[in-house]
């Protein structure tokens, strides 16, 4: 149970943070000396956890598409 109070308690400040910005153009900003933007890590988080959660926990049968790979 601990687990998953922490896991919604990490998955609700990611909310946070995403909806901090002002709008779409800065979250998706780059800026001097980062080599992703905010709104990139978003989606490599979201894409993890679909994996993980969803392919390797529930047998979902989701397949990760990842341009360039």
Known sequence: ???L???ENYLEQLKKEVEGFPDDQSLWAIHE???N???NLAL???GNLQHFLGA???KSGYVR???GV
Do not use: E
């Open 44 to 46: 490599h988080i979201a």
């Open 56 to 58: 390797i926990l529930g």
């Open 65 to 67: 598409q990842r341009v």
């Open 1 to 3: 149970m601990a687990a």
């Open 37 to 39: 933007s905010p709104g």
């Open 5 to 7: 109070f922490q896991f």
């Open 33 to 35: 000396g980062i080599s």
